[in-house]
């Protein structure tokens, strides 16, 4: 009985807090906003504030007044969001923007009560009426891939691209007229909210609302597709994701394999495929002359291979179009501006460094210079081109000919992606201007990456800080031979103990 | 004997674990060279360093820009001098024995008169006489190491190919740097030091740029004298050989560089000088 | 003869001094022709000054160049100079100290008619007076050196220091004359009233003793801190401005605890190593009696040591900021690690030594068990002792923890978590020396258990208010104050010891014995802790004079005087413990050498 | 049953060591880095040596088993084969330690370095002793004028630093892992809550390449500020910084 009791109390108190919470509090919602969210969207909730203002934040953040949220598990045609929806964002974050997950610092109540007060922004009450169905979900399955590939290269490919990199064939821009770029689906890690296939289901039926992504579940779309289908697609859509290009944390060395015979030249040769890849994460530069806010690309991926003369260096990374300069195709996807090239840096010390002194990583300082290998897309009417150069600071740059130090560099462009393979000798000639590979020695490497339709040209693009770059040598005789010295000395030591101590006795 | 043996052993097994945790066990921060007091190092120098000292010399201690920038005008400006000083050396009024561009260069600071590029030489001398001074003396008085290094420097400027040398060894000149900060004796002594003879006629010197210093007694007085020293921009004379004078064209930082005493005998000497 | 070589040794030293003063001084080139050149000469470095026409009578700090340093082949200066000053600072240490203790323990002999203490306090002046003359040899061998490696700094120093150095030629004198009377009229003044005049001539003994270091200390602190000069080095004539600088009372107190200390470590060494190598059985008694009282004597120094470092750190924060942060958050974060291992490494001995001796007592079985509990508290203040601020990481390590900063150690990285672990482990100290008092005894005071339970109340209340104090100003507080939690803190650590201590006192008068004491009856492995303490003391020192030195960078007197030479560079931590290390190797063969000599004096007799 | 002392000092050990593992590791998620383990297992090991040591059977009956294995005649088989497993691993460790590896070189940077006593910014140079935030003092004599300061702070926050040092000035901005060293973190308690506001006002003023030499200006990130934004602001973000985060710049002044 007494238990029976005690049950039942805490029910009802359960029940209580469970209301009180779901209602929230939203006096205590607008003290947290005004302390922590106006920053960026702004006090009255329409993503004006410091930072929204302006060509700051790519994606923008977003205007609460109308009402529409992105990220929601309501249907197409239900205006409101679930409110878990909303929580989820404040919790969360969302990976590959400026929203950052809130629940290390903010209680659970709290960012209910955050949920209540962005509310009010658009005027919206009550709860939604209708709900995306999930009950009806299929299992992931080989042939149930093979379908939403199909339905994928039909109703998605012309946005997200044939392989899912989100190359979009055609213009893309937003209700608020940004520049929207359609998710590249193989980097499962910068989903906005992740790539579940339950997730992605739920885009492709309500589609994301003040974007180009539709909703496939609407009966007057001619694109539409049934629970099903839609299944399909999402299973297949989780499937894209690529492993190999996982940002591992603390990973921070190019393996350079050595290998005997020639290095493959061509970006495309599978013999890459046997070198290990290393990937880094690609940051907007925003650290001298003109700034960059509104980058396209987030990463990119390193693989190389050395002979006893060369080194071939493999870089990979998604660009969702393929800038060439003067080709109209090109400029029809651009919102606005003017296609430059797309292009990709390489940067060395011009001596590698004994010690943990570096040169300055934003092309380096007076005292030590950096060298520096550039290749550039083609334009309409004239081919890819390798650039080499010296530079003492952003503002001290020596442009050198690439062909007498015996640089070479060729690119290729499949379905969102840029392989551009550079080359060159070991050592060259010119000793106070070039770096002189070494083996076994970690070399400072630092990455820069253009996307001409972008607007990247210049200071503007995205780049890396300084990461290394390893020749790893074969092991020699010493490597085995000194274990087994020492293990002999050791075992040596240990009889010896052994006599001593029972001469003793 | 066992038991001695034994306590050094274990001392020293003691004291090497410290020395080895201390060396080892910790990371080792190398701590920032003291800052550098005008100290070449050439011996341990990379060209680019070379020339990085030479743009330091050229825009500082030199004092080379001065005159050699673009807004002044008072001297041409250097960007591609190594690049076009073969057509100086072909002008007919080149005087020098230069054969190469680095010659050039050098001679050109050390007597700048060889060649005056048409228009900026001192007036009335018809582009003969260059108002430069030589740089190896008075207060700039470089060293044939920094000569060196300013002329890589421009030569990298100018994009031709660097054919300066770093020096090996100590620079040449280290005693005359410190006749320099001893306090002068005499009135020479203390013009030269200064380096007043680069752009005023005083002294024994024929500096073509600034004032003419040797009857300035007649005119000025003591007070205004010294404050024209001290703050080169309360008071501007009307005419300079090289045109009207102009404000912030004389440093403002001699009053740094001599004592009180010394600053009353220049005084002194200029109003005896009438 | 001994006596005479030794004399004539000292006498020779002080000569040097004081014959190479007016040689060194500018001041004796007859002072009114000296005057008359610095008015002339001496640049009056800005115009502004012109119109102060009574420039005092001394030359600004000269700036030297490269050229200026002589350079002997062979030889590098400063290493020179290093082992030099470390290795005279060492025996001065030792030798300034024992004459303390020396008093002090006969003075006890002379209450107690105990004639084991006046024995032990001639056997140690007997150590003293051969390292005395070693002191002097490496005290002229560093003041020769400096004057051959930086003579232009030795004459920029005994320009303003000239008077305070020939007060330190005669304190010399004065040292050496009462050391020998105090040493060799032992014998002679020893009964009655003469007994006295023998102590009072150890007391001036002392007196001059730490005199002589107060001076050369301010020589030092002047480098640091200097004072009575103004921006250009210029000396205002006032000598006493120059001795009595920023940092000198801090310097003063921190080194004159730290030579007690350090004495009684060497000697405990000295102890140990007689007991180790001693034949009979009352000669083991003897000696491990010797290393008890020493290590005690040692140990009483080293728990105020600490605070004494606050102070001079606080100190040196308030004469330079950047002084303060090159020393605590610059290149020099991490030798406070080192320092944290090696000051742990002596608490943990001198712990060890204690629960070892608890072996010479048959009542001291009913404690052991409480060891075990005494030791994971002093390892786990010690872990939380050493953790440092910046951690070394690895890419991944530090990716994992998604920063340099480590959410739950960071913290005990910070001064508030270092000062509560360091009071805890005091006390706990404290807590192993109380046990090891009562090990052999049993109150007989009628008030024995409320005795014992205001002892466990005083203990528990201190180290809740340590740790609350420590939590509350580490982490609730703003930072202003984070620092201030030390005073309290340390306030009731002291507390507890004194209180304690009175309580155990008076309820242990006329105590009953479980069993007689068994001096000797220790295992060798407690006498090697003893040896611990004593390398760990010497090599600590020696890397605290790199770090004292090291914080001036680049310059002979701060901010005032540069060195130009290509030694000027802060050599890395690595680098100093290489020297530090060789250093106590030569130290420790010149003080075996001492002890041997000892040795063969002593059977001769 | 009464266990050795020895397989007792083990068990204790392993107990340590699985503590700081998996209470750190597993528990906590902040893994205690390998080299402070090191030496937090080095002393631990030692404190149970030391504790299980101090009386004289203790010590016996620690070594016993040691003793027994080195000169019971009856053990000589497995003696062989324990003396076998400590050379193979002494052998296994050296070869881990001098293989070539891809493992990259540790790189050490004082986070705090010592800053200058002077520098020059915007055309002037600052005595850092001396430096005080002209704000700062509106604290009580305006506390209107100091929240509207304190707000546009935040303005220059949100348009300059945000992207590096986060939202929540955590240092997780949504550029910080592409940067190494990663951003600090201002909500730690060993950052600004450490320093005063002149320290701030250099390091935002001359940047990553302001710093000195051990605090490896070549990989710092931070820009530098002079170029872009005005003295005031860096004053006003300084204000934010410490508003925001609620921490006390420190100062030396005696309270």
Redesign the interface.
Known sequence: MKIKNLLLIILAVLFVSSTVFASGDKENGKKIYEKKCIWCHGKNGDGKGPAGSGAFLNPPPRDFTSGMYKFKTTPFDEILPNDEDIFKMIADGMPDSSMPAWKDILKEKDMWDLVEYIKTFAGLTGKPAKQIDFAKQVKTSKEGIERGKKLFLDRCAECHGEEGRGDATKKLKDDWDARTWPRNLTKSWSFRVNNNPKEIFARITAGIPGTLMPSFADPASKKKMTDEERWDVANYAASLADASKTIKEGSTVVKAKRILGNLPEKADDPKWQEAEPTNFYLVAQIIGKERFFTPSNNSIMARAFYNDKEIAILLEWDDRTKSIPGDEKAAEILLEGEVYNDAVAAQFPVTIPEEMEKPYFGMGDAARPVNMWSWKSEKKDAPQAVGLLNAMGFEKVEQRDANKAGLTAAGVYNKGTWRVVMKRSLKTGEKDKDIQFEEGKFIPIAFSVWDGTNSEKGSKHTMTTWYWIFLKPEAGAYVYAMPVVVALLVFGGCVLLARSSQRKE | MK??L???A???V???F??F???????????????Q?E?LDLGSM????FI?LG?KIFNGKGTCTLCHNPVGGRAPVLDSVASIALEHMKDARYKGKAKTAEEYIRESMLEPSAFVVAGFGVKGTNDTESPMPNVATGAIGLNEAEIDAVIAYLQKKAGTEVTVKIPVGAPAK?EKA?AA?A?AKTPDELVAKLGCGACHKIAGQVGALGPDLTKVGAVRKEDYLRRSV?DPDADIAKQCPTGPCAAGMMPKDY??K????E??MLVKFMVNSK | MRFLTKAIVSIFIVLAFILSYPILTPASKSSLAFAEEVKKDASASSVKEEKAKDKPAYPPAPKLKETDYPKIKGFNGRIVIWLAAQLHLWFAAFVLAVPIFVLIIEGIGMATHDERYDKMAYEFIKISITAYSITAVFGGLLAISLMVFYPDFMKYMTGIFGSSMLAYAFLFFAESASLYIYYYGWNWLNCGFKKWVHLTIGLVLNAVGTTLMFLANAWVTFMMSPGGVDAQGVFQGNSWAAVHNFLWNPINLHRTIANIAYGGSVVGAYAAYRFLSAQTKEEKAHYDWMGYTANFIAIAALLPLPFAGYWLTAEIYAYSQQMGITLMGGVFAWLFIIQAVLIGALFLSANYYLWCGMGRSEGAVRYNKYIKYIAFVIIACFLVWFTPHTLVMTQTELKALGGPYHKYLGPLGIMPAKNTAVNIMILFTFLSFLLYRRANKIATVSWAKYGNIAQIAIFTGAIINIVFLGVYYGYYTNTALKVGSSVPQVASTLFVIILCMIIDVFMFKGAKDVAPLKWGNVPDRSQYALFLLAVSFTWLMGLMGYIRSGIRQHWHVYTIMRDNSPDAYTPTIGYAAQIVSIAVIIFMAIVIFIFWLNQISSKKH | MKISRLLLAVILIGIFYGFFKIFFGVVLKQPIPSSLLTMYMFFVVVGILLVLSFTEEGARELMSPIKNLLENPEKKMMRMVVFVIVSVLAGYITYNQIKPSFEAPLELRTIHPAPPSNFSAFNKTYNLLTLENPFRKYAKEDPEKFKTLVYEGGEVYFKNCFYCHGDKLDGQGHYAQGFNPLPANFMDVGTIAQLQESYLFWRIATGGPGLPKEAAPWISSMPVWQNFITEEEIWKVILFLYDYTGYVPRSWEKH
């Open positions: 038991t001695f034994k306590v050094v274990f001392s020293v003691v004291i090497l410290y020395a945790y201390a060396s080892y066990g910790i990371p080792q921060i190398k701590p920032e060279a003291p800052p007091e100290k990379t060209m680019y360093q990085a743009d280290e410190e900060t306090i001290l009053k740094d001599m004592t009180a005493g600053l009353e």
